[in-house]
């Protein structure tokens, strides 16, 4: 296996990976920054009072671009494995 078929599939899979989990992370990451400025203006400082709003984001996320991150996922795994005969020469 040639060093840059290596290095081919390593940017094919951080690609993936950023694709996938960029929704999730990003969807996350803005309802927590609202909730803290909510928690900051009320001066509620109920650490688990953020992990809830965050939960629900997440799940909604997945509910909504799963079919997406799975599409992604497959078309990957697929020209993976239809590349295994030129990974071995």
Do not use: C, H
Not at 22 to 29: D, E, K, R, S, V
Not at 35 to 58: D, G, H, R, Y
Not at 67 to 79: A, C, D, K, L, Q
């Amino acid at each position: 296996m040639d060093q840059r078929i290596v290095i081919d599939i390593a940017q094919d899979a951080i690609m993936t990976v950023l694709l996938v989990a960029a929704q999730i992370l990003g969807l996350g990451l803005l309802v927590g920054l609202i909730v803290s400025i909510v928690q900051a203006t009320t001066q509620i400082q109920e650490p688990t009072l953020s992990f809830i709003p965050k939960i629900i984001a997440v799940s909604l996320t997945l509910l909504v671009f799963g079919p997406w991150m799975m599409n992604i996922m497959y078309e990957f795994t697929v020209r993976l494995f239809e590349n295994i005969p030129i990974y071995i020469r």
